[in-house]
């Protein structure tokens, strides 16, 4: 994603955000840098925060890719297309039990 940034000339933020505060602490810096669209990967604590993230995004006007297709059937903007059961049973098929 850098690589593509910099081709583009734009710029890419991450911020790391594993609790409350940092997820609100995050759309602080998301606001004062002014971006202009954010990108959220799938993991169970985004999973666990997903109301307040779409909650967030839509509220400070951001445009917001959620990488789990459950944020958009709750409100959020645009899904990159993961189901999120379907993604667990196929990784569940995956494990070798010795």
Known sequence: MQ??????DLQ?????ANSDRDVEAAFATFVER????????????FNDRRDRLIALSARY?????????????AGGLMSSGMILPTAIAKSASMLVVS
């Open 3 to 8: 690589e593509a940034a910099i081709r583009l």
């Open 12 to 16: 890419v933020v991450v911020v790391l």
């Open 34 to 45: 002014r971006a202009g669209a954010l990108m959220v990967g799938a993991s169970p604590s």
């Open 61 to 73: 006007g951001l445009p917001t890719i959620y990488e789990v297709r459950e944020f958009v059937t």
